[in-house]
């Protein structure tokens, strides 16, 4: 099947693999905007990625957005569940006093 592509005002939408990174809009300038990879697989201080891109990691859903530039990518965190994130409750004592009748 063929790439599949149209442009909707100013954004190109797309369903392209770009190596291990699968680009899901681009811009005007021809940057991408929207795109999805696995974990380890998340572009470091790659070019082309419009500052704001957002990413979607595949593995965890965590969504990550480009701080950098778009010469020198930089994804951070921008939604989702840490992965070193804790189900269990916190060990540390409470700091609230407790108020009771004497």
């Known amino acids: ?9 100013e954004l190109l939408i797309e369903g ?3 190596g291990a990174v699968t ?11 929207m795109c999805k990879c696995a974990t380890g697989s998340i572009p470091s201080a790659a070019s082309g990625y419009a500052k704001g891109c ?12 480009n701080l950098g530039t778009s ?3 930089s994804f951070v965190k921008t939604y989702g569940a840490s992965p070193s ?9 409470s700091v609230s006093p407790s108020v009771s009748p004497s």
């Open 1 to 9: 099947m063929g790439r599949v592509q149209f442009t909707v005002g």
């Open 16 to 18: 392209v693999s770009n």
């Open 23 to 33: 680009v899901l809009a681009r811009n005007e300038n021809n940057l991408v905007m």
């Open 54 to 65: 957002l990413l979607t990691d595949t593995t965890t859903g965590i969504l990550y957005s």
């Open 71 to 73: 010469s020198s990518s």
């Open 85 to 93: 994130a804790s189900a269990s409750p916190s060990e540390s004592p």
